[in-house]
């Protein structure tokens, strides 16, 4: 797919993204030359960074709500290693270095690059010894019944974020391309020296470029219908807000606490095709409020827009009660999608479990969600799932398995995948039981 030089800069910068490649970048620093937009520098000495890659939350964008907005580009790259069996140590070397050069390049922020890479259990599977029981890391499987994906089972996942669509061009091209410089420093070692990318993946997420991106060349992509419906306003496709500070577990919650791997976390990545011709054309406002978040935010006429009203916390604590939610269905005949999948996100003190970081993609010119998901442990994802999929609350014909059961009907899961994020003194082609 070329790039359309008619585009506005925005726009045209969320498609060379998607594009990718030596042109893509080119063609991005045309429209945004490095002279007049100077990206911030890194740091000479990596120990300068904090232990935890997914650490992000303080070093991009936030509001005065004290939500945190995600990077607006992203790139995820599933690679894997070049040669059979376990790392050399010369790998382990190179990959460090190419990694210290991103260090050195960028500033940690939303301004310059934020990323991590971390590790499947197919990459630990490499090695005799088994990781420590302080890790959870299951290889991946079917969450539902009525789900059928494709398990990214890669060696490592390369996660790139900023705001410069320029820069995630940039350190892609500097790390498996031909670029000798990333932000004026020379490149010596790249990752593609000892990994190989088997699938890259793009998304975005901020008000106004889901509308943006709802139509290619004129026409609606697949999975938006005729009407365009999403709203300027919108961060995501489906319409509303997402990723309340008061509904995300803290950076502190999800990382794993014990063993060689403190200071780590494990991720959950799922991609998921969205559907959303009867979302909206079949669907009112008041009915999208009642899926998204609950019947109960319907009624008391909680959510205006696109929810920014909510602030911080979308309320749906409030609504979690079986009672509660058996009311709803018998009066509405639906339940709402936070509302099941919050039953099992909070744990005895009423703490949210996993941090959510999920954005939108038009990859293949079609509406979809990458859901990557921190945790301390896999199985914390796996049962925030099970309560999501509402399979206990089918009793009301109303409710089946998919229709009327908060948004089940409109998203479909193509990928999944499971992944360590080690600690970054471990985050250079670890063994299981690093020393």
Known sequence: ??????????????????????????????????AGEPVPEGVSD?????????????????????????PRHQTILYLNVDADGTPRSDARETVEAALRTLDRAYERSNEGLVYSVAYSPSYFERFDDSLPDSVDLPEPRRLSGFENPEFDTQDTLLHLASDRAD?????????????SEVNGLAVADRLG????????RTGFIGAGMPAERQTQRG???????????VPEASPLFMGFEAGFAGNQATEDYVTIEAGPFAGGTTKHVANLRQRLGDWYDEQTFEERVMEMFSPSHAEQGRVEGVGANLGADSGIDAFLDSETIQQSIDEHGRVGHAQKAARAN??????VRIL??????????????????????????????????????????????RVNNGILEYVFVQNRGNFLVPPRRYRALPTPRPA
């Open 346 to 351: 909070r744990d005895e003190d009423g703490n």
């Open 167 to 179: 820069v995630v061009l940039e350190a892609e091209e500097a790390m498996f391309g031909d670029r």
């Open 46 to 70: 990596s120990s300068e960074l904090p232990q935890r890659q997914h650490a992000w939350n303080e070093r991009v964008r936030g509001d005065d709500e004290g939500n945190v907005h995600l």
């Open 193 to 200: 020296d000892a990994l190989t990318v088997d699938d890259r």
């Open 356 to 401: 959510r970081r999920h954005v939108e993609s038009t990859d293949g010119d079609m509406a979809s969600l990458h859901f990557p998901s921190l945790q301390r442990r896999l199985s914390t994802f796996e049962e925030v799932r099970e309560a999501m999929n509402g399979d206990d609350l089918t009793d009301n014909p109303s409710v089946r398995q």
């Open 1 to 34: 797919m070329g790039l359309d030089e008619s585009l506005p800069r925005r726009q045209f910068m969320k498609a060379a993204v998607a594009v990718g490649g030596a042109s893509a970048l080119s063609a991005c620093l045309g429209r945004a030359p490095r």
């Open 219 to 229: 026409e609606p992509i697949s999975g938006i219908p005729d009407s365009l419906p």
